[in-house]
C-alpha cells in the first residue's frame, strides 16, 4: 500500500515549456486535490476531482489544466510554464464520507527558469 | 471570501513545555476543522482533527478545541519533543466539504 504517489519529484523548466506532474493513489478514494505550496502561504488549492469524471476549479487554477484518468490517477498539466509557477506541488486524496483525511503525496519541487 | 488566519508564524519553546496555535476562521458554514503537520521534504500528515458538534479533543500530547461563537480553534501540545518539531498547519472545511481552507501555517521550534 503505497498511498500517494508523485512524479517526478524535481523538474526544472525553461519558460515557456510544458509539462505533466502524475499522481496516483491506492486507497480506493474518490476525491483528488492539487495544491501548491509557496513559502509564508500555506496550501493553495488549484483544482479538485471531487469523484472519477469530475474537475473543478481551485483557488488558483489560472496556467493549469487537469485530467482525473480513472479513480487512481489525477495528472496537472502546465501548457506553458512561467516563473510564477515555481513552487512545490501537493497531491492529496480523500476518504470522503468517512473521515474526510486528505492524503498527500511527497510532493514535486518544481522550479522554471 | 473565506479564509482561515493562523498564528503566530513561527513559535519557539523549550523542550518539556507547552505549545499554542490559534486560528480563526470566518465561513460559517465550516464544521470540519483538521490539524496537520508537515516535516521537512514531506507532505503534510493529518494528526488530530475535530467537528463543530465537539468543544474538544484530545490524543495523547496533542488537544483541540473549538469555540464556535468566536470561530476560533486551536492546537495545544502538551510535554513538547524535539520530533514536535515541524509546521503545522489548520484548515476549516468549506461548502460540501469537498475543500479546505488552509492557514498558512506555524513553524514550531523544539529547544533542547
Known amino acids: 500500500n503505497a498511498g500517494v504517489t508523485q512524479t517526478p519529484k524535481f523538474q526544472v523548466l525553461k519558460t515557456g515549456q510544458s509539462m505533466t506532474l502524475q499522481c496516483a493513489q491506492d486507497m480506493n478514494h474518490n476525491s483528488m486535490y492539487w495544491y501548491r505550496q509557496d513559502p509564508g502561504m500555506g496550501l493553495r488549492l488549484i483544482y479538485y476531482s471531487a469523484s472519477e469524471g469530475t474537475t473543478d476549479k481551485g483557488e488558483v487554477p489560472n496556467g493549469y489544466n487537469v485530467s482525473r484518468l480513472n479513480k487512481r490517477e489525477f495528472s496537472l498539466r502546465l501548457e506553458s510554464a512561467a516563473p510564477s509557477q515555481t513552487s512545490v506541488y501537493f497531491c492529496a486524496s480523500m476518504d470522503r464520507g468517512r473521515t474526510d483525511t486528505q492524503y498527500f503525496g511527497p510532493g514535486t519541487r518544481l522550479t522554471v527558469l | 471570501g473565506e479564509n482561515v488566519e493562523q498564528h503566530p508564524s513561527t513559535l519557539s519553546v523549550q523542550e518539556g513545555d507547552s505549545a499554542v496555535i490559534k486560528c480563526t476562521y470566518s465561513?460559517?458554514?465550516?464544521?470540519?476543522f483538521p490539524w496537520y503537520k508537515q516535516e521537512l521534504g514531506k507532505g503534510p500528515q493529518l494528526i488530530i482533527d475535530i467537528r463543530s458538534n465537539v468543544g474538544e479533543k484530545k490524543d495523547q500530547r496533542i488537544a483541540v478545541t473549538l469555540n464556535k461563537t468566536a470561530k476560533h480553534f486551536s492546537l495545544h501540545i502538551t510535554e513538547t519533543q524535539p520530533e514536535d518539531s515541524a509546521v503545522y498547519f489548520c484548515?476549516?472545511?468549506?461548502?460540501?466539504?469537498?475543500?479546505?481552507?488552509w492557514g498558512a501555517g506555524t513553524k514550531l521550534i523544539i529547544k533542547p
Open positions: 484548515a476549516a472545511s468549506k461548502g460540501s466539504n469537498y475543500q479546505l481552507i
Open positions: 465561513d460559517s458554514a465550516s464544521n470540519y
